[in-house]
């Protein structure tokens, strides 16, 4: 175990006097968690980004977790805090909950962004054609789609994952 929670790993609440974790009420004595799967699983999260003056910005978005990739993927739009603000500091910290609020999980690593694209056909849309395939499925209108990312200005934001952590408390 590496420190208080197993990053990328499972969290044991049985661990209570080596490393200052303890059993509390309503915990059983040994909780297997994977926080990776809640990210998997989850398609709400809160991205947490760097303003200039050092302040945390927390934006609501739509993830997708790739595992086997090791990546995140969310669309947002060019010129809201969010994209501003990983433009000029690539840093991100993501992190879901449990649909009963007593599950957590958080990712952390550097993003890249791509786009907004200039035609339909671009690169930087054809990326986020191949996002919503893979986190949704097909798409009804293609060719819609693709006009819609061009015209709302969207960017497709990567992050590398490097450490995952997060815990089950109940």
């Known amino acids: 175990m590496r420190g208080k ?5 499972t969290y044991r609440a049985q661990r209570n006097g ?9 915990m059983t004595a040994a909780t297997e968690f994977d926080p990776h799967a809640l990210l998997a699983e989850s398609r709400l999260a809160v991205l947490a980004t ?3 003056d050092g ?4 934006s609501p978005v739509t993830p997708f977790y790739d595992r086997e990739a090791g990546t995140i993927s969310v669309s947002m739009t060019e010129g809201r805090a969010k994209t501003a603000n990983l433009r000029r500091d690539p840093r991100a910290a993501l992190e879901v909950t449990s649909p009963d609020g007593w599950g957590w999980a958080t990712a952390e690593g550097p993003v890249t ?3 907004p694209g200039a035609s339909p056909d671009s690169p930087e849309v054809e990326a986020l054609v191949e996002y919503y395939r893979r986190a949704a499925g097909e798409h009804p209108d293609w060719a819609e789609y693709r006009e819609t990312m061009v015209a709302d200005r969207r960017v497709l934001m990567t992050m590398t994952v490097e450490r995952v952590y997060g815990a089950r408390i109940r």
């Open 5 to 9: 929670w197993c990053s990328g790993t």
């Open 50 to 52: 760097i303003k200039k």
């Open 113 to 115: 962004l791509t786009g």
């Open 55 to 58: 302040v945390p910005q927390l």
């Open 18 to 26: 080596r490393h200052g974790l303890r059993v509390g009420p309503g």
